[in-house]
C-alpha cells in the first residue's frame, strides 16, 4: 500500500521559496502514475498546484504556473515542490498525493506551512 | 477552467439519506466517467469515498454512492451515521494534460 509523506519548513518568510518534498514509500515512482501537490488554505477549499510525471513531464495550475516548480527524484522515491515569491496568501496545508485519471487517489497527511515574517 | 459547483451545506438525520450535487459542464463532468469524491474531516486528509462516478474503494461502506446525469454527478450517502459528518469534494477529469477540476467543497452536517 503506497504512503505519502511531507516533510519541509513550516514557516516561510515572505519573498522567499517554499521548498516541500514528498517521500513515497510501498510504490516505486519510476513504475509510474502521475504525482501532485494539492493545498488547503485554512477554512478554504481544494486547490491544485500541479503534477508530474517520472519522466518530468509536467503540468500546473495556471494560477501558479509561473511560481510553481516540481521535480522528480526517482532513485530517492521523491518528488519535491519549490514555490518561489511566496506572499501570505499561500499559506496552506500541502498535500502530494499519487493520482489517477488527473485525480488524487492516495494523499500525504498534509504539512501546514504558514508564510509571516 | 472553472471550479465545479457544489452546495456550500447538506444535512440530514441520523439513520436518514442526503444527496450532494456536483454541476460542471460537457467539458467535464458531462464529458467522461471520471468523477471522484473525497471525504475529509477537520484536519484530516482527503479520502476517495467514491471513484469512477460510482465505485466504492474497498473499505468504503455500502452506505456511500455514486451518479450521474447529464453536467451534474451525485454522492448520496444512506443511513447517515455520526461520523459521516464531514466535508465533501468533488473533481473530475478535464481532459488529457489537464488538471482535473474541483468543487468548492459540502460541509455536511448530521442532526
Known amino acids: 500500500q503506497v504512503q505519502l509523506q511531507e516533510s519541509g519548513p513550516g514557516l516561510v518568510k515572505p519573498s522567499e521559496t517554499l521548498s516541500l518534498t514528498c517521500n513515497v514509500s510501498?510504490?516505486?515512482?519510476?513504475?509510474?502514475?502521475?504525482w501532485g501537490w494539492i493545498r488547503q488554505p485554512p477554512g478554504k477549499g481544494l486547490e491544485w498546484i500541479g503534477i508530474i510525471y517520472q519522466n518530468g513531464h509536467s503540468f500546473y495550475n495556471p494560477s501558479l504556473k509561473s511560481r510553481a516548480a516540481l521535480s522528480v527524484a526517482a532513485s530517492k522515491n521523491q518528488f519535491s515542490l519549490n514555490l518561489r515569491s511566496v506572499t501570505a496568501a499561500d499559506t496552506a496545508v500541502y498535500f502530494c498525493a499519487r493520482v489517477a485519471s488527473n485525480a488524487p487517489t492516495d494523499w500525504g497527511q498534509g504539512t501546514l506551512v504558514t508564510v509571516s515574517s | 477552467q472553472s471550479a465545479l459547483t457544489q452546495p456550500p451545506s447538506a444535512s440530514g438525520s441520523l439513520g436518514q439519506s442526503v444527496t450532494i450535487s456536483c454541476t460542471g459542464s460537457s467539458s467535464d463532468v458531462g464529458g467522461y466517467a471520471y468523477v471522484s469524491w473525497y471525504q475529509q474531516h477537520p484536519g484530516k486528509a482527503p479520502k476517495v469515498v467514491i471513484y469512477e462516478v460510482t465505485k466504492r474503494p474497498s473499505g468504503v461502506p455500502e452506505r456511500f454512492s455514486g451518479s450521474k446525469s447529464g453536467n451534474t454527478a451525485s454522492l448520496t450517502v444512506s443511513g447517515l451515521q455520526a461520523e459521516d459528518e464531514a466535508d465533501y469534494y468533488c473533481?473530475?477529469?478535464?481532459?488529457?494534460?489537464?488538471?482535473?477540476?474541483f468543487g468548492g467543497g459540502t460541509k455536511l452536517t448530521v442532526l
Open positions: 473533481i473530475s477529469y478535464a481532459g488529457a494534460n489537464k488538471l482535473g477540476v
Open positions: 510501498g510504490y516505486s515512482i519510476s513504475s509510474g502514475y502521475y
